[in-house]
């Protein structure tokens, strides 16, 4: 895998070079019903950023760091997120997630480096813009779950996301139509699957392009 010369192609992308939507859509449910999902931030919208970690392992391979949110939580309990959070006054976007990710899985910020930033994404259920910021660390992360706001710490290697034939579908009454949803198996709780699920396809996407061009 061509770690580096990913690493450095995340690097250049531009906002207008973004994905955004035409990514994004590969994973919302199927259109059994139109309205199933809204892309359109309401006037009273929070703003949230999620850190997508990418981290060497020993076989120079990338590991992408998710999170099971702790089943204490009142928003998205138990669900597979990227680490992240709701930003405070005077934060910029990559201040809430650094500062998010030190709090939830002890995150050293002095291990890793800002990339770059994906497409922002609203996500109706928690009426909440989400804005992914990419980072990257050259060597295996220490981190540890703070139980108050993480079950479980996820990495995964990014390869698992390349081969299609581990994406799954599930159909389920949603909110009483029955809708396939695309998600990827990647733990024994919970699918992953939604807004992390969309999240992960720019970048998914954003790879294809990359290995179209070398």
Known sequence: MQEKEFINYLSKIKKEDLIGFEAHK???????NPNIREFT???DSKESSVLILLSETEKNNLDITFTLRSSKLRKHSGQI????GRKENGETHIDTALRECEE???LNVNDIKVITELSQL????????VYPIIAYS???????????EVDEIIPINFKHFLNESNKKYSRNLYPNQLTEFPYWDINHKTPLWGA???????????WEKFKSNN
Do not use: C, H, R, Y
């Open 41 to 43: 931030p309401k006037d």
């Open 26 to 32: 590969k994973m919302i449910p199927f259109k059994t």
């Open 122 to 129: 609203f996500v109706p259920p928690s009426n909440n813009i």
């Open 138 to 148: 050259n060597k295996k992360l220490n981190l540890k779950a703070n139980p108050d």
């Open 104 to 106: 939830e899985i002890n």
């Open 81 to 84: 997120s990227f680490p992240g």
């Open 196 to 206: 992390t699920a969309i999240m992960l396809q720019e970048l998914l996407d954003i």
